[in-house]
């Protein structure tokens, strides 16, 4: 069984930046697809970004320009830049299958989330 957990999650304000990381129980090269999703309040969750083993991504539209998602051996990031109050949600680190528009398109596992909150 894959364990992702998810660390560095806050509280910003608008135009700050935060770097979220995804802590996986085995080696990264084990999933075709890591991504980030979100909740917002009241809303269904997202697809913000994946990257495939190739070190390809994509980027959900609303997010292009201003995240950047990197992995490693056990690791992946997303570093997040002019942060909107828009962009608060709660975070989760996924695993799986298929990349497109910002996601992977199938979903094995699913990391616990960390909460964004940014401030206007």
């Known amino acids: 069984q894959v364990q992702l957990v998810e660390s560095g999650g806050g509280s910003v304000q608008a135009g700050g930046s935060l770097r979220l990381s995804c802590v996986a129980s085995?080696?990264?090269?084990?999933?075709?697809?890591a991504g980030w999703f979100r909740q917002a309040p009241g809303k269904g969750r997202e697809g913000v970004a994946a990257?495939?083993?190739?070190?390809t991504t994509t980027y959900a539209d609303s997010v292009k320009g201003r995240f950047t998602m990197s992995r490693d051996n056990t690791k992946n990031h997303l570093q997040m830049n002019n942060l909107r109050p828009e962009d608060t949600a709660m975070y989760y680190c996924?695993?799986?299958?298929?990349?497109?528009?910002?996601?992977?398109?199938?979903?094995?596992?699913w990391g616990k989330g960390t909460l964004v909150n940014v401030s206007s």
């Open positions: 996924a695993w799986g299958a298929g990349l497109a528009g910002g996601r992977c398109t199938v979903v094995h596992y």
């Open positions: 085995v080696y990264t090269y084990r999933t075709n697809c």
């Open positions: 990257i495939g083993l190739d070190g």
